[in-house]
Every structure is written in structure tokens, then in C-alpha cells.
């Protein structure tokens, strides 16, 4: 049978490798996209790029050496490497490559959203020059620590306050004191919406319902098997943390709070104890403004002019 049909089964192999590369060209384009869209490819879907390039090239080949099929100098028909041929070309057909392209049909979706690391958690390079603020950065670290104490940093506008608790969610990532930072700015007008949408989007939680957004994060902080931080910068005003969705309770909390507000009694009233900040002092300032200005601060003419 190989012998006899060895020309028809070299033909439908060509055809059946013309399939697998059109299939093989559509996956590489979704691929292409969702790279470029900063998502991560299957695994499933890389393993069957592997081996329909593997079994491209193996048929490739077979179907180039179709023309050194003939001995005798070319006048003789060589039937062993015919049947060969013929037989090696029904196996690949029907043994790979169908296989492979009744599987294309399971790849409509060839990557997942991956999950990127906040802006906010990237390192502040100008943190380094607020040595002043050592011992409080420590103690609410080591505040953050105790299950029944949630945390707020107060102070004057401008001071420093959302600096420094970015600071301190960094390290308590790095530290694995916490599974999940949160950093969510409040403003004076709050949105509870936005508010309730990127504590959802951190906690991977999708909401079907709009009306039922803070039921069902209530419900997802009260789980206690991750530690979860949620730093809630700028707040202004008395601030209900249930419209979120965010369990007042202590006991029924499955996650700290970090807040920063500018008035300490309002922190106090939200059952957070305070940590004011002060001013940096004299030389902090000085090296801050020396690093945002760049080198020409110390142009004499310059300095001269910004101090008039």
C-alpha cells in the first residue's frame, strides 16, 4: 500500500503542511498581540508552537527528498526508498499533524492578563535622604505587626506622609509581612466606586453585580488566608469604611489598614493609632532640593537668583 501510493501520500502531506502552517501562522499572530499587549502566553499553546515547527520541518524535509527516489542514475524507480517515503508520509499525516491541527481549535485564547507590579511599589529613589524619618518608618512596621492594631500617619500637607507609607508597603511586600499591598488615594471628594474597583482589582475579585460591590468585598477581606494591607492615603473627613466595603470590625478583618490624614483626631476616630510626622529637617531639605534641581543648584548666579 505505501509503495503503491507513495506519490499520493507525499502530495496530501504537502497539503496537510500547508494547513498546519496557516494554523501554525494564525496562533503566532495572537501570540505577537498578546505580547505586545504585555500578557502571558500558555504554556499549552508554546508546546504546540514547538511542535508544529518541529513537525514542519521533519515533513519539509521528507517531501524535499522525494526527488532521490530513483537509482540506476535516475532510470530506475528505487521501490525501497519509495515505500519508505510513502509510509514515513502517511504516519506524519496522520499520526501528527491531524492531531496537531484538531487541537488549533482549542487556542481562540492564547494567553492570559498578566499581573504587573503597581507603579507605586516601584523604589522611591529620594527616600534614602529621609533619615530623619527612620524610627517611624520602623515602629509602624513593627505596629503593622500586632493583629489588632491598624495604623495612621498624620501630618501637615506636603510633608512627606504619602512618601513615606508607599515606603513602608514596599518593605512590607519585600518583608512577606503582607500577601497583598493595596494603595488607593482617597482625595476630599471621595470615589467610593474607584475605590471599591482597585481594591477588587488587587484581590482579583470581579464584580457581577455593581450594586452588590461592597457585599462581596466584605466578604472577600473577611477570608484569612492571605495578609492583606490596604494603605488608604489622603483622607480629609470621617470616612465610612462599610460603603467600600471594608469590615469595621477588627475581629472580622481579614486585612490591615494604613491610613494618612492630616488631622490626627481623625485618624483616632477611624480607631488607627496615630504617627505624626515632622518636617524634614535643614539638611534633608537641602539634599532633596539639590537632587530635583540637578547640578546647576550650585551655579552661583542661579542659587543667587532662586534665594532673591
Known amino acids: 500500500m505505501y509503495l503503491y501510493n507513495h506519490r499520493n501520500n507525499l502530495d496530501n502531506l504537502e497539503e496537510e503542511v500547508r494547513k498546519l502552517k496557516g494554523a501554525n501562522k494564525e496562533v503566532q499572530d495572537k501570540v505577537v498581540a498578546a505580547e505586545k499587549n504585555v500578557e502571558t502566553i500558555k504554556q499549552n499553546v508554546m508546546q504546540w508552537q514547538k511542535e508544529a515547527n518541529s513537525i514542519i520541518n521533519e515533513a519539509e524535509q521528507l517531501i524535499a527528498e522525494k526527488a532521490n527516489d530513483r537509482c540506476f542514475k535516475g532510470f530506475c524507480p528505487n521501490l525501497i526508498t519509495r515505500y519508505k517515503h510513502g509510509k514515513k508520509a502517511f504516519e506524519i499525516k496522520e499520526g501528527k ?13 492564547v494567553s492570559d492578563p498578566t499581573r504587573l507590579e503597581d507603579m507605586w511599589l516601584k523604589p522611591d529613589k529620594n527616600y534614602g535622604l529621609f533619615t530623619s524619618r527612620d524610627s517611624t518608618f520602623k515602629n509602624i512596621l513593627k505596629a503593622l505587626n500586632d493583629a489588632n492594631v491598624n495604623v495612621g500617619v498624620c501630618g501637615m500637607g506636603g510633608i ?6 508607599k515606603e513602608i508597603g514596599r518593605q ?3 518583608d512577606k509581612i503582607f500577601d497583598v499591598v493595596i494603595f488607593v488615594e482617597v482625595n476630599k471628594t471621595p470615589d467610593i466606586e474607584m475605590i471599591q474597583q482597585e481594591i477588587a482589582r488587587n484581590l482579583g475579585v470581579k464584580f457581577e453585580e455593581e450594586t452588590q460591590r461592597a457585599s462581596k468585598l466584605c466578604e472577600r477581606l473577611k ?12 483622607l480629609w473627613d470621617d ?3 462599610k460603603s ?4 469595621d470590625e477588627v475581629d472580622d478583618r481579614g486585612c490591615k489598614l494604613l491610613l494618612t490624614a492630616r488631622e490626627r483626631p481623625l485618624l483616632e476616630k477611624m480607631g488607627c493609632g496615630p504617627f505624626p510626622i ?5 539638611d534633608e531639605s ?5 537632587k530635583t534641581a540637578g547640578d546647576h543648584v550650585m551655579d552661583f548666579s542661579i542659587s543667587f537668583y532662586i534665594i532673591i
Do not use: C, H, M
Open 97 to 109: 499533524i491531524s492531531p496537531l491541527l484538531q487541537r488549533r481549535n482549542e487556542f481562540d485564547v
Open 160 to 165: 512627606g506622609k504619602t512618601t513615606l507609607v
Open 172 to 174: 512590607a511586600k519585600t
Open 223 to 234: 477570608k484569612k488566608e492571605e495578609k492583606i494591607l490596604i494603605i488608604l492615603d489622603n
Open 239 to 241: 470616612f465610612d469604611l
Open 244 to 247: 467600600v466595603g471594608i469590615p
Open 278 to 282: 515632622d518636617s524634614l529637617s535643614d
Open 286 to 290: 537641602w539634599r532633596l532640593f539639590k
